[in-house]
């Protein structure tokens, strides 16, 4: 007769059942819980959703009035922050902030955050890519270029006299 599968007594320990992505290794039923932010994959591993205290959460009608002034704040942040775009200051920066703070409530926001965290990552590595920058460069000079050219053939037509 075989042994079974868990006897201990063969000396070789029982296969480890396969990784499924999305859940904790070792969790019974594959539960998935939050790592700490500082943990191997740790923004990426943590849970959706709340991150109301417990107290808020215990109380169904507690937990809806925090998360419609969440929705609150987090949208009028984003409407200052639209508001001062067009202006010289910190919009998109205002626009994020108010992103955040939607993200520590709803389920959405946070994977927007982490989409518009992973693209604004990709675009700073791509923006240092030596081969990239001289493009840029070799634009910008050309750009700069036909502006002086412009204004040349604009002063010999004109005369440094404004038009106005």
Known sequence: MAPHRNDKSIGEAPPEPAAVP????????????????????????????????????????????????????????IVAGILLLPLPGPGWAIIFAGLAILASEFAWAQRLMRWTKA???????????????????????????????????????RGWSLPW
């Open 22 to 77: 999305g859940r904790a290794p070792g969790r019974a039923g594959g539960a998935t819980r939050a790592e700490p932010p500082g943990a191997a994959g740790g923004a990426d591993r943590r849970r959706f959703g709340s991150r109301a205290p417990a107290f808020v959460r215990r109380s169904r009608a507690l937990h809806t009035t925090w998360r419609i002034g969440v929705a609150v704040v987090g949208t009028g942040v």
């Open 119 to 157: 693209k604004l990552t990709e675009y700073a590595r791509r923006a240092v890519d030596p081969s990239v920058r001289r493009r840029n460069l070799a634009i910008l000079g050309v750009v700069l270029v036909l502006i002086a050219i412009g204004v040349v053939l604009y002063v010999r037509s």
